[in-house]
């Protein structure tokens, strides 16, 4: 993918996500998952276990050596756990993966087994989704990712 396309992809996502990060109350705009909010995580458990959970595992644990290529040079899925890097990412990038796949936002001919979930997701489905996942993590880990997001929306 060009990088004009993956420049569009983005600002999709960002108005997307930004339209419903708007009708949300959240003490901290720029978290975008509603981890503390009960009902969203048990929506996105729920869709987690449906979607995710095949691959990502099912206590979020995600594939066996997930840091090296496996036989066709695509890389396994990744813990969404506290031991993965999926906390690493700010919330936008997070829901702009989900939502297009990690093959169109990398762009160049990379190919991977995570596909997008445009049209079997809503917008609003991936949200409740990654809340469960953060809603996981340890205190520590919430509050980093919230710095960066914090500092993301601040650029």
């Known amino acids: 993918m060009k990088p004009s396309h993956i420049l569009a ?8 996500v930004a339209a419903i990060a708007v009708a949300q109350t959240s003490s901290q705009p720029a978290n975008l998952f509603p981890y503390d909010d009960p009902a969203a995580v048990m929506r996105g458990q729920a869709l987690y276990a449906e979607n995710c959970a095949s691959c990502h595992g099912v206590n979020l644990e995600g594939q066996g050596d997930w840091r090296s290529p496996n036989e066709n040079d695509r890389m396994p899925a990744p813990p969404h756990d506290q031991t993965g890097h999926t906390w690493h990412h700010p919330d936008l990038q997070l829901f702009a993966i989900v939502k297009y796949g ?3 936002l990398v762009g160049n001919g990379y190919e991977s087994d995570m596909a997008g979930y445009e049209g079997i997701l809503s917008d609003e489905n991936i949200l409740d ?13 919430i509050e980093r990712h919230n710095e960066m997001n914090a500092a993301v929306a601040n650029q």
């Open 9 to 16: 992809a983005l600002t999709a996502a960002a108005a997307s």
């Open 102 to 104: 990690t093959a169109a």
């Open 129 to 141: 989704v990654m809340a469960f996942i953060k809603s996981t993590w340890p205190t520590p880990i």
